[in-house]
């Protein structure tokens, strides 16, 4: 749920997400309604980046940034960033990859 605060009062709110390129931002929704005190909650399911652990073996994961952005009609945005972790597997039979990490997608037991 994206929870947006200190927007105008009762004013409409953009909300979109830059894509992994970082050169175009996707819309999510637009006009959402701020309540009297300039709050809103927006229910979403966070945009799949199909990223995956690539290499075989116990590997250490890089997160991939997602940055939302609110922007209000009559005033400035505001971005929060939300860190995806990739695909991989935690535990294949009796093996577990050491924390931090995952098995990648190549990983044969």
Known sequence: MLQGYAFGANSKVNITYLNTTGTNW????NLVQADDLGQ??????A???KMLVTPAGSVAYVP???IF???YTAGDGYNATYNEN???LKRIDTNTAVAPNLYGQWQQI
């Open 47 to 49: 945009p799949d980046m």
């Open 40 to 45: 809103f909650n927006y229910s979403l399911t």
């Open 86 to 88: 990739p695909r991989g």
């Open 69 to 71: 952005n609110a922007k």
């Open 64 to 66: 991939t940034p997602i």
């Open 26 to 29: 996707i819309p999510i929704a």
